[in-house]
């Protein structure tokens, strides 16, 4: 009987804090209510080459990918990005360790491990991040001379 | 037979007995106008969205494929039905292919695609037919809506602005080499070579699936 109390009074303060948490990515919405989700946004469309945040970042697509078929019939990205076809359409070549398989070895084209390109390369849409980013890039790391430690706010 | 021709030739050559002839010109003139009337009227019946996904090949693959795509929902709500990119609009144009049209009959009582494996097996060469297609009349049933001469490249992006201002307006390229798959899912590309040699060679596929010039220069060495 105690056993039975306690553990409802466990769920009832959990339910209860549930109902209080406010997730900062969901915005000022309970968790136990549904949210109305924000409206679509339309991604970035530049064609403008964006900085790496560190140098193995995959680069970032800068330009619409709506409908792109990537499948097992058609991979809609490389008829642009592959390397016989970059002359006309002027996109930047896969990179080199895209030939690559798990093993070292060099293969004549796109290696199957990396056939699905948005695994590691997303579109960017222009949004206020939900939280803040305290990246901080190497180089500016660097220059500081600092730490880890020394990251802004801990200054 | 011959004595058979010559019979019917020898009825309708000679002249009317019962009847006047205003009789038979203005009977004539009102069975023409009924005649063509109902003609035109099948015709337009099988020229719609609704008659074509009346069978379930269509309805199940190819107009499930259209839906998310732009030319069914978009902000603006125009959207484009399947006689509007598979019916040339011109009448001679849409005569001859509705007479093409009678090899789906076929393929409907025969039940070509009524599976979707069968389906997906023949998806190559399904759209071949229509890349070959626009390929020949230059993305003629695209450009019954997307006017090249009202496309405006400032509001386009610089992607679109590059490939419409080079490709495009030297007509070197049309719509349909680059803008495959764009209102239905692509087939298997791999066998797309040898089922283009079948249609005269690789000039038929459209630029983004057949080889790079570099490739065909190759090819024709």
Known sequence: MRILISVGLAALCATAALAQHIDNARGPVPVMEEHAPPPLQNPDNSDVRRQRAYAMQPPIIPHKIEGYQTDRNANRCMMCHARTRTEQSQAPMISVSHFTDRDGNFLAELSPRRYFCLQCHVPQVPVKPLVENRYIDVETMLRRGGSASTLPGRE | ?221
């Open chain 2, 1 to 221: 037979m011959i004595r058979l021709l010559k019979r019917y030739w020898r009825v309708i050559r000679r002249p009317s007995v019962h009847y006047s002839l205003g009789f038979l010109t203005v009977g004539g003139f009102i069975g023409g106008v009924l005649f063509w009337g109902g003609f035109n009227t099948a015709l337009e019946a099988t020229n719609t969205e609704a008659f074509c996904i009346g069978c379930h090949e269509m309805h199940d693959n190819v107009y499930r494929e259209l839906q998310p795509t732009i030319h069914f929902s978009n902000r603006s709500g125009v959207r484009a039905t399947c006689p509007d990119c598979h019916v040339p609009h011109r009448w001679t144009a849409k005569i001859a292919r509705k007479m093409q049209a009678s090899k789906e009959v076929w393929g409907k009582i025969f039940g070509t695609v009524d599976t979707p494996e069968k389906f997906e097996n023949m998806r190559l060469a399904l759209a071949m037919n229509e890349w070959r297609r626009l390929k020949a009349n230059n993305s003629l049933e695209c450009r019954n809506c997307h006017d090249f001469q009202s496309m405006d490249f400032t509001r386009q992006s610089p992607r679109a602005q590059t490939a419409h201002s080079t490709s495009l307006a030297s007509g070197e390229r049309t719509c349909i080499d680059c803008h495959i798959g764009i209102a239905h899912r692509l087939p298997d590309l791999a066998d797309a070579h040898r089922l283009a040699e079948k249609h005269g060679g690789p000039h038929v596929l459209p630029a983004l699936v057949g080889g790079t010039p570099r490739e065909e220069a190759q090819r024709q060495e």
